[in-house]
């Protein structure tokens, strides 16, 4: 005797698209465990991810009505596939664009940084070249250097730059808002500034490759 899951092709028609539900979800854990453990390489999982990711877009589009939420779907047929879970529904995108978009971030991240130490370096030396010496001009600019320099993950921690940037501040905050620096400490400064400044821009090439 035959049996009939459906009664009409409308409900034939869900069943099917609830079997290529199925078989999509479990066809993106294999992938993602088989990318995770080196089985296949990037140039071969992306490509069927994103094949994957566009099918899933396709048929949840589809089934929103009767599938709704896609989680409950896994948990009624039992289905233990949280790797295509996070692939399908929380990222949307494949592994191998995911960590490309993460490096392209931290290298914009790293070059708005470089350019800001830059920027205070070259306000620092150019103040002191104007006379600007005393403690409430020349403090938050050594202040805002160390913090852009200690932002700066590429720098080692012994950095140059850092540990003299540290030492001035301390020195100027035993020190009066109205006091000056003498011409001797400005130009001590200013060496050190520049010096700083020197190894910071030969570090960075280093510190990239």
């Known amino acids: ?9 409308r409900e034939r028609e869900m069943y099917d698209n609830f079997a290529d539900l199925y078989a999509i979800i479990k066809v993106t854990e294999k992938l993602e465990k088989a990318y995770v453990r080196d089985i296949i390489s990037s140039a071969e999982y992306e490509p069927e991810c994103l094949k994957l990711i566009a099918q899933f877009k396709t048929l949840t589009s589809t089934l929103k009505d009767t599938v709704p939420s896609v989680e409950r779907f896994v948990d009624t047929y039992k289905m233990d596939c949280p790797a ?7 990222s949307g995108v494949p592994a191998t664009v995911e960590h490309r978009a993460a490096a392209a971030a931290s290298t914009t991240t790293s ?12 306000t620092a030396m150019d103040s002191l070249k104007l006379n600007m010496v005393a403690v409430d001009q020349v403090y938050p600019l050594l ?16 950095f140059e730059g850092r540990v003299k940037m540290k030492e001035w501040i301390a020195r100027l905050s035993k020190m009066g808002a109205s006091d000056e620096l003498t011409e001797q400490q400005s130009r001590q400064l200013h060496f050190d500034l ?14 990239g490759s």
Do not use: G, H, T
């Open 1 to 9: 005797m035959e049996v009939n899951l459906w009664n009409d092709k």
């Open 84 to 90: 295509a879970l996070n692939r399908l529904i929380v």
């Open 111 to 122: 070059a708005a940084i470089v350019a800001e130490c830059v920027q205070n370096f070259i």
């Open 143 to 158: 202040s805002d250097l160390s913090a852009s320099l200690n932002k700066l993950s590429l720098l080692p921690p012994d």
């Open 194 to 207: 520049e010096s700083s400044y020197n190894s910071f821009m030969v570090a960075l090439p280093n510190a």
